[in-house]
């Protein structure tokens, strides 16, 4: 994926959120009905249609109409979308319901919460990974991270090693003083990678963003 499509994926233009509106909770739609709908020339639409479908934000089928009329394109929203509309309830929602999970749970499920969580996630890289060395498998999946739209670079250490440098954060509103959040980064990359991940460096306490390697006895294994 080019990076112009990673950027289309967490900004969407005002023209686009305005289809985007129109398509939540909404029958799906055609290009006649949205033209009508916005108000603007079928080019601009198609335009839109075209970027909201490539970043995941809609879906688009093609219906058959009977006799001899040309099959026409129908749209509806993704739950990609849903969440779109309401990611400012999403910052709330979620810091929210971390505190809860740390205020009703003791230490012991709590750890065991962070455990299913780092599991499930790194389930979903571990399959799309197909590399058997762990710095090989540690670059492929800040390539998969990339195009999700994580901002990180890599470096290589002064024995070779991978050094990945996370600039942005999926857990940052859910942080709070024990850090256990953050420990869920961490296990899915011991899992995915197959090798002791460390982390090398945390925003928390004064570098400009956490950053990981693995560690120097598993760096180059095979």
Known sequence: ??????????????????????????????????????????TAVTEQLNELVGAGYLERRTERLSGRGRPRHLYSATDA??????????RLLMPAV???????CD?????????EVSHSL???YRAQITA????????????LLQEEGVLLHVDEDGDGGLV??????????MYEETGAVCCVDLQMMKEVVGANVVQTAC????????????????????
């Open 98 to 104: 971390w505190r809860a999970v740390n205020t009703a």
């Open 1 to 42: 994926m080019s990076e112009s499509a990673t950027l289309d994926q967490v900004s969407v233009s005002a023209a686009g959120m305005r289809i985007v509106r129109l398509l939540v909770g909404a029958p799906p739609q055609t290009v006649a009905d949205l033209i009508k709908a916005t108000g603007v020339t079928r």
């Open 81 to 90: 979308a849903l969440m779109l509309l309401f990611a400012s309830n999403q």
């Open 164 to 173: 990945v440098h996370k600039r942005s954060c999926p857990f940052i509103s």
């Open 107 to 115: 230490r012991k499920t709590v750890d065991r919460i962070i455990a």
């Open 203 to 222: 925003r928390h306490k004064g570098a400009p963003c956490c950053s990981f390697a693995i560690a120097s006895t598993n760096g180059r294994s095979s």
């Open 122 to 124: 790194a389930a979903h």
């Open 132 to 143: 058997k060395r762990p710095d090989t498998r540690l670059r492929q999946m800040m390539e």
